[in-house]
């Protein structure tokens, strides 16, 4: 049941966001088609598997609509940027998890890229060490 009104709220909310009825509506192109460029990124990042539990990284609220940014720093180039939160202060995977976000953008982000991932400040112990890592 919750993944089902998982998966109606995701779509809901890009049917809102194309409708111009949501966030925006009134933006320039570009960032209209930044916003675009985020969706995509969150949707080949949503559906990675948590390396401890059976449950997406979307369900367990690391990753989020809102934790994606995309800039354009050049024709055909953008930056994608990442902030993911573990589900526990003392994660001991949360370098896992960024480099699984970062493995699966590389095979699968169909535009140039360059990607920063970060964890959310303030929400893991070690966070300037693993931000290190997955930069």
Request: some cysteine.
């Amino acid at each position: 049941m919750s993944l089902v009104l998982g998966l109606l709220s995701h779509t809901l909310n890009r049917v809102l966001r194309y409708s111009g009825l949501r966030r925006g509506c009134h933006a320039p192109r570009s960032h209209a088609m930044e916003q675009d460029k985020a969706l995509e990124v969150y949707d080949i990042i949503r559906t990675i598997r948590d390396p401890e539990k059976p449950n997406t990284l979307e369900e367990l609220e690391v990753v989020t609509e809102n934790c994606v940014e995309v800039q354009e720093i050049g024709e055909d180039e953008h930056l994608v940027i990442i902030r993911f939160t573990p589900t526990v202060p003392h994660c001991s995977l949360a370098t896992l998890i960024g480099l699984c976000l970062r493995i699966k953008l590389q095979r699968c982000l169909p535009f140039r890229h360059k990607l920063e991932i970060y964890i959310t400040e303030g929400t893991h112990s070690t966070e300037e060490d693993i931000g290190a890592l997955c930069k």
